[in-house]
């Protein structure tokens, strides 16, 4: 299986975020993706891989003209500077400029994404790495891995936040939907708000996320099952909650029972999974809990869809743990032909 992964992924660094007003240590540190790395070098039947720079156009047909000016912006940012938006405008959207850094809050969403002179950077590496990880699947490879790092799902068209800048995820699907169906499926604990909104008015991309309660966990605003598409969409998006503490075997029914006949029912022609981990059972942010060993169990659930898939790498953030727990997860597509 290869595994796609560029060195300049690691260049960017989060130092801290905001988070109900108090400044914490950021989880979305390089030694997380250094972790997976590691683990995935161990492994005899993983072939990492280093993409070519992803053509702009790829980021283009995902993210508009303003978000890809904003991150262009932070390059003339210090070193060691970063930006964290303390405005978030509500109103007056059509003054936005994006070579005005004190505007970025008219794209972003949180407190706890930074921008620095490196974000860009880091962030095209990592779409470099989905984007090539979808053409190795559209060549003929059964199965492919991308260490997004940082990850995606929360960044829409024009917004970025929950750590996320260019939607890895998406920008994987977009390749594949050039030649079929695809289905995006979610496994983060957290909502994938910017995936769902990218394809929401779409009827060849089925996107399903299965996460905790956005009442009570990020990003709140969204993930509900209320939300089901629109216009020629409507229909193709699932969104399934489990209850805080949610261990395999309750998980495993909602997966069976509602997120799985869902995207078989909508028979698409390649699969997608954002994968994050923050469902690991001493993950610091997500509050579900999963095993290790479950996430083989996890994966043998999609790999009997013998889909051509894509795995995304998302979230997860007890970083001792998150590489056997990514390695474990891939070992439940080993065996496909
Ligand atoms: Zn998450």
Partial sequence: MKAFFHKDQLEFHPKFEWALGNRIKHPETTKRAQNIFRKLKAESWIELAEPPKIPLKAIRDNHNYQLITLYNTAMELADEEAYYPSVFPQRAKAKADPTNINHAGFFCFDSGTPLNNKTWQAASWSAASSYYAAKSVLAGDPVSYALSRPPGHHAS????????YFNNAAIAAKVLRTKGRVALVDIDFHHGNGSQEIFYKSDDVFVASIHGDPREYFPYFCGFPSEQGSGAGLGHNLN?????GTKWPAYKKALRTVFLNAVKRFEPDFL??????????????????????????????????????????????????????????LSGFKDRK
């Fill in 157 to 164: 068209r024009d917004t970025y936040g929950g750590y996320c």
């Fill in 240 to 244: 399934v909650i489990l209850p805080t």
């Fill in 272 to 329: 997608v999974i954002s994968a994050g981990f923050d469902t690991y059972k001493l993950d610091p942010i997500g509050r579900f809990a999963l095993e290790t060993a479950d996430y083989k169990k996890m994966a043998k659930e999609f790999d009997a869809l013998k889909l051509p898939t894509v795995i995304c790498q998302e979230g997860g953030y007890f970083t001792r743990d998150l590489g056997d727990n990514v390695v474990s997860f």
